[in-house]
């Protein structure tokens, strides 16, 4: 199987400031075409080329599921980052031509639920957006709780608001306002499934929280794209191509791995959806595990790795790539 | 393209028969003159203009007679369809998928016309015209996937993705090789193979569950598999096993050539965009040995096959009493030349 979901050329068609943080933008096909239909909760992968080197980000589509004249997603700007996030505030500007990925969804709803119950921190709204269309479209029973910094960065908030007032909570954190979450998922009726986007530690809140109570892991649905760490650089020799590689400091290994013109894997970017696997062959030195896919005694075993997130810290890793 | 669309049986007087062009596009499944089970995955592209690998969903001669045998099936046991109650979006899905492709590829045989919601579906080869909302069910005489499976050669899995795995959540089931959708719905990927024999110790179904979680919208994916099948019969279900097992009693070396068929099934592997959900639909072809052995590389890689094939292979594929027989028959035809690598005939 080729690398990557099956591409999009299209044409960045809005730019649209949203908050000081975040920036919206619009992408229609190239040949006027529309858009695959896709469902609440996927993404697509946006590729940028920036200067020398090629950077592909995982973000949700955001758009309506029933609109397939174009697709929406917002980005966070990130100054810490590696820079996927400023360059897409910084450089991509309204008829520019870029490449996206088909959809794929790692984050679906369960069209079984009784009841979805979405829980969003920050920038995390916007898979939701797309379930929340999709939810009306159906007549789907569903609540939002979304926490947000403060009201200026409330992205999407009095929209979500203005179409759904009985079902979205808004919680201020410059307010002190905090999602009750025992007393709310105490109080859900049988059938309800819940869904959290956003940082990492409010996942683990919600994860730990719901198993604490019972709740059944199938009915616990999260989804989070690590970005791929930074760190030493280190070398890899690519054993089925026989090549030698360095992944830079801030550059991921697959990165590396396709700056070289080997083949890849993915359909995540974010160590989530177990494409990238990759057999370790040899090593001498510590694997940095950053995946949610591995399990702990697979990463124990020194013998594969999701170079999508994760690094390696010594002297020599040899892969069957 | 024009097909002429055969009157046939699959049942009781069984007048179903290939035409010579039908032999030369049938889907040989043997590459090479052994045979072990593997998953055999390819993506689902167009390929060979002719071949069953040209078009999305294959329209043949046979199409018109199959769709009348899935009618009557159904008539008889209404429970060969079924869709728990969150897979509807999912039927929706299935019916735009078939209904776009086949008005693309076979505009002489199928149109849609699609203004908004409001669609009209004409299906000339079977005398069906509709015009109905999308993702209105009250506006279509039965529920989506029922709707289009009725008009669609080849049985369909509907399958839920969730929990890393993938449930049976939905389907139509009328052309099956000896399962039944009635025992396995609601079941998960490990549990409806679980009679397949040796697959498991091979890691085999660990691999294909997850390749077949990755299967993305826009690149479907195929593979083929066989049995066999004494009389042309596409319903072949563990409820009616009683009416086909017996017949399997009756082949004897001087009927082989008529009654014993190879039966193909061309799976192929779609994600659907609305419900995330995979449908998995499954095409069965049949053909006789008398047609088979008209291509002289098929009959001797055929017997080599059949010969050789490890014992709890041809008891689970059903034809272990009979090997000897059909062995015995088709040596007639290998005359020891090598075959040409690859499915298609020389
Ligand atoms: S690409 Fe998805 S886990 Fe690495």
């Not at chain 1, 984050?107 to 921190?121: E, S, V």
């Not at chain 2, 018109?64 to 979006?89: F, I, N, Y």
Request: net charge negative; glycine share 6%.
């Amino acid at each position: 199987m080729s690398a990557g979901a099956a591409k999009i050329p299209v044409t960045v068609a809005e730019v649209t400031p949203v908050n000081e943080l975040v920036t919206r933008f619009k992408f229609v096909r190239r040949d006027g075409g529309p858009m695959p239909t896709f469902s609440g909760g996927a993404h697509t992968v946006v590729e940028m080329n920036d200067r020398d080197r090629v950077r592909r980000n995982p973000y949700s589509i955001m758009s309506d599921p029933g609109d397939r004249g174009a697709y929406s997603i917002s980005i966070r700007r990130d100054d810490n980052g590696r820079g996927g996030s400023l360059f897409m505030h910084r450089q991509v500007r309204p008829g520019m031509e870029m490449v996206i990925s088909n959809p794929v969804n790692l984050f679906a709803l369960d069209l079984r639920a009784r009841k979805h119950l979405l829980l969003a921190g920050g920038i995390g709204i916007t898979p939701f957006l797309a379930q929340i269309k999709q939810l009306s479209a159906m007549n789907g029973n569903f609540e939002l709780h979304y926490s947000v910094r403060s009201a200026s960065l409330a992205s999407y908030a009095d929209e979500l608001v203005a179409n759904h007032r009985s079902r979205v909570h808004l919680y201020h954190d410059e307010r002190g306002e905090q999602i009750d979450l025992p007393a709310l998922l105490d109080g859900q009726p049988l059938g309800t499934h819940v869904y959290v986007c956003g940082p990492k530690g409010m996942i683990a809140w919600v994860r730990n929280t719901a198993t604490a109570l019972g709740w059944p892991r199938e009915a616990v649905h999260h989804e989070e794209f690590l970005a791929p760490a930074s760190g030493k650089p280190f070398e890899v020799m690519l054993a089925r191509s026989n090549k030698l590689i360095r992944v830079g400091e801030h550059q991921s290994l697959l990165e590396a791995i396709e700056a070289a013109g080997v083949e890849a894997p993915y359909l995540c970017r974010g160590g989530a959806c177990g494409q990238c696997e990759t057999d370790v062959l040899e090593h001498e030195g510590t694997f940095l595990h950053k995946d949610h896919w591995l399990t702990p005694t697979q990463c124990a075993s020194g013998t594969k790795i999701m170079p999508c997130v994760s690094r390696f810290e010594g002297r020599t890793l040899v892969l069957d790539r | 393209m024009t097909v002429i669309f055969k009157e046939e049986t699959f049942h009781d007087d069984f007048t179903f028969r290939n035409s010579p062009e039908a032999v030369k596009r049938f889907p040989f499944p043997f590459p090479e003159d052994s045979y072990m089970y593997s998953v055999n995955l390819e993506p689902h592209k167009s390929y060979r203009p002719g071949s069953v690998y040209e078009r999305t969903f294959d329209v043949d001669e046979h199409y018109v007679s199959e769709m009348r045998d899935r009618a009557r099936v159904l008539a008889e046991d209404p429970l060969r369809c079924q869709s728990l109650p969150h897979m509807t979006l999912a039927g929706w899905d299935l019916l735009e998928l078939i209904m776009t492709s086949k008005a693309e590829e076979y505009p002489e045989l199928f149109e849609l016309h699609r203004d908004g919601a409001k669609w009209h579906w004409i299906n000339r080869p079977l005398g069906i015209e509709q015009k109905f909302t999308f993702l209105d069910e009250t506006t279509l005489p039965y529920g989506p996937m029922e709707y289009i499976t009725r008009q669609t050669q080849g049985d369909f899995a509907v399958l839920d993705q969730r929990d890393e795995n993938l449930w049976m959540d939905a389907g139509m089931v009328t052309t099956q090789a000896d399962w039944s959708l009635d025992f396995d719905i609601g079941m998960n990927f490990f549990e409806w193979h679980a009679p397949v024999p040796k697959a498991h110790e091979m890691g085999i179904f660990q691999r294909a569950l997850k390749f077949l979680l990755n299967v993305q919208q826009g690149s479907p994916a195929r593979r083929l598999n066989w049995t066999m099948t004494v009389n042309p019969l596409l319903d072949t279900s563990p409820e009616n096993y009683h009416k086909w097992g017996v017949m399997k009693k009756d082949l004897t070396l001087e009927n082989m050539g008529q009654m014993m068929h190879l039966r193909v099934e061309l799976q192929t592997f779609f994600r659907l965009p609305r419900s995330n959900a995979l449908v998995f639909p499954i095409r069965c072809y049949l053909i006789k040995l008398d047609e088979l052995v008209t291509v002289p590389k098929w009959a001797r890689r055929f017997h080599r096959v059949i010969r050789d094939l490890p014992a709890e292979l041809a008891t689970y594929k059903g034809f272990v009493t009979n090997r000897p027989k059909i062995v015995e028959w088709l040596s007639k035809y290998d005359d020891g030349a090598p075959t040409s690598p690859g499915i298609w005939a020389d």
